[in-house]
């Protein structure tokens, strides 16, 4: 059952923003701002990659993105229910262990789909 303070699904939140973006860039994906101000795909074994600015939730063309950093993101799959999630070392892939370079916890699972956004400080390991 979804918390009364919860977000509802398929609710993008106020913070959506439309990036710059490269075709390696997916729906789901975590990434981070690059020097050049367009996204890119996250990772926690890259300190420079590492800092989460939100998940692509669509994209317009190859190379636009619309990047959501709060809220309920949905239409993500193989999620554990009430499972905290975290950026993982593979390039805006996210998992229930930590990275090996940057500890950054991203979210809680609702559903096997939904992930309610808890986008925070990155922890050097």
């Known amino acids: 059952m979804r918390p009364s303070n919860f977000p509802a699904a398929g609710q993008q939140g106020s913070n959506a923003w439309s990036a710059g973006c490269t075709a390696s860039e997916l729906v789901g994906h975590a990434v981070h701002v690059s020097a050049a101000g367009q996204v890119r795909r996250a990772q926690a074994d890259d300190l420079a990659k590492s800092r989460v600015a939100g998940f692509v939730s669509a994209k ?17 799959s193989a999620l554990t229910p009430g ?19 940057a500890v950054v916890e991203v979210g809680e699972a609702l559903s096997a789909t939904e992930l309610v956004l808890r986008l925070g400080e990155m922890t050097d390991i």
């Open 60 to 76: 317009a063309s190859d190379t636009s993105c619309v990047v959501v950093s709060d809220g309920v993101l949905t239409g993500l």
């Open 83 to 101: 499972a905290t999630y975290y950026l993982s070392d593979a390039p805006g892939v996210i998992a229930t262990t930590p990275g090996t370079q």
